[in-house]
Structure formats: structure tokens, C-alpha cells
């Protein structure tokens, strides 16, 4: 029985479609250029001199936060904000967003890569 060639040439497009999808996919999932993380574009919002409200309206509640009185006696508050990316390793980065008097002074950011830690349960009689 032979086999008709337009089948053979209709199956070999439906096969480089396929393949195409998947490095597509795979360029996709690595390349920063396709960075889809909503924290960023948010992060690009905050301009100096904005207030607390208006941060937290803009990025919703911090993961954590801090405050302390420095020298001069003004009440400093951080908010931190973390978002994770997956391109060819993993990592996260943590913003840290300085408040004095409850007005940004400064947008801080700390890269750390997410490193696999291995846990044993051991199990005693």
C-alpha cells in the first residue's frame, strides 16, 4: 500500500509546527525580554516623595516590614516586596522601599538566587 505524498507532507508540517511551538515556548519561559512578573511594571510606578498609602494602594501589602527613629529623630518605615523570576536559573529579588516621615526616600533591590537545599527526616527507634 503506498502512502498518499500529501499525507506524508501534511504530517511533516503538523510535526516542525509542533517543534516550532515548543522552542517557542522554551525561548518563552528563559528570555527576559518576555518578563510577564506584574510586580516590576508596579515597581516602575513608585516615584520619591510618594506616600505609604499610596505605595500600599499601588503594590498591596508587603511580604514584611520595619521601622526605626534614625538620628535625626524622623520615623523611618521599610516595606519589602519580593518577586520571583525564572529565566536560566532561578532567583528572587526583594525591594525594599524606605519610608521617612511617610515619604519615599529610596527603592532598594537585592537579587538572590534560589539554591536547592536537601533535607533528611531521619527516622529514630
Known sequence: ???N??????RIRVI???VLSFCLSVAYAKLPLFDTNPLYAKIELIKPGMSKY???SILK???KLSFYTNDKQDY???LFYK??????ENFYITYRIVFVNDKVTAL???ENLYKDQKIEVVKKE
Open 1 to 3: 500500500m503506498t502512502q
Open 83 to 88: 518577586a520571583v523570576y525564572i529565566y536560566y
Open 5 to 10: 505524498p500529501n499525507f506524508t507532507t501534511t
Open 108 to 110: 532598594l533591590q537585592e
Open 61 to 63: 501589602q508587603p511580604y
Open 16 to 18: 516542525l509546527v509542533i
Open 76 to 78: 523611618v518605615e521599610e
Open 54 to 56: 499610596e505605595v500600599k
